[in-house]
């Protein structure tokens, strides 16, 4: 294989590992975020991806700019989140330690087992949201636009978070839980409103995600469980409460899932991203006992 023959492979595999990356750091903040403020594992953020997509292909045949479409998805599941905190996370929060984070699992995964029920009454088949990208070239190298528009739409998404938990009172306050529950508490912070935001913000990071993902590849109902799985691959092995360790984590993972299964295959594609994972545990265990 020649030299330009390589890189007219190559470069599009780096764009495309980039793009998937970026959708798995998204998945996986959807996770780390509520679990780092309350301890909850939450099982049911690829339902809120999904639901995203579903809406959005619900509301195309009632409004016709698209943009107001995907705008109305997202507050959708907002609004479903905010209700599924108030509903389902009372009796969760009211739990301490391993029975809060038992409470937790349980507790999302149900409700993650009815919204796929109802959802399974109204749609069957695979969906996608209402855009449609063509590729394009550059030079003798072609690449997916959509995977361009995924690259800066999560970007964008990133300097979001970065300035709201660095500039605003909400995101530093919920570092401050993150790091030390009982401080906050004695500072006056209301521990449990900013859990309802952050919460709701991890639903509209996954509906994001989820819309994402599904201009690259369609998606059905039973999807949520995949998507659900691979956010919490990747906070698990960026750490599960750091929100940096995330993000690299879900452009490692990208990188890896995009090269194996070109080379290798799908199937090996997931034997290294969760060896990857395991390996993530073992060094940041080793270094635990090290300390």
Not at 17 to 38: E, I, Q, S
Not at 122 to 132: E, I, M, R
Not at 208 to 230: E, H, P, Q, R
Request: aromatic share 10%; net charge positive.
């Amino acid at each position: 294989m020649s030299v330009s023959q390589t890189l007219n492979l190559i470069i599009p595999l780096i764009v495309a590992g980039v793009g998937v990356g970026m959708l798995f750091a998204m998945l996986g903040l959807a996770v780390t975020l509520v679990f780092g403020l309350g301890g909850v594992l939450n099982l049911s953020t690829g339902m809120f991806s999904v639901l995203a997509v579903l809406a959005s292909v619900w509301l195309v045949g009632q409004f016709s700019h698209v943009g107001v479409v995907l705008v109305l998805s997202v507050l959708a599941v907002a609004a479903l989140a905010l209700g599924v905190d108030k509903i389902v996370l009372p009796l969760v929060y009211r739990a301490e330690g391993d029975e809060r984070f038992l409470l937790g699992i349980f507790g999302t995964l149900g409700m993650a087992i009815f919204l796929q029920g109802l959802a399974q009454l109204q749609f069957s088949g695979k969906f996608k949201v209402p855009v449609t990208f063509s590729p394009f070239s550059v030079g003798n190298i072609y690449f997916r636009f959509s995977t361009i528009v995924i690259i800066l739409i999560s970007l964008g998404v990133f300097v979001a978070l970065y300035l709201f938990f660095s500039r605003t009172y909400e995101g530093q306050a919920a570092r401050t839980i993150m790091q030390d529950e009982t401080g906050a508490i004695l500072c006056g912070i209301d521990v449990r409103r900013l859990r309802t935001e952050i919460f709701v913000l991890s639903a509209v990071i996954a509906a994001i995600a989820g819309m994402l993902w599904s201009m690259n590849g369609s998606v059905d109902v039973a999807t949520s469980f995949s998507l659900a799985a691979k956010g919490i691959l990747v906070s698990i092995a960026g750490g599960v409460t750091s929100i940096t360790g995330t993000v690299a984590a879900g452009v490692i993972l990208g990188f890896l899932s995009v090269f194996v299964s070109t080379f290798v295959g799908s199937y090996w594609s997931n034997v290294v991203v969760f060896g990857f994972v395991i390996v993530a545990i073992v060094i940041r265990t080793g270094r635990g006992l090290m300390a």
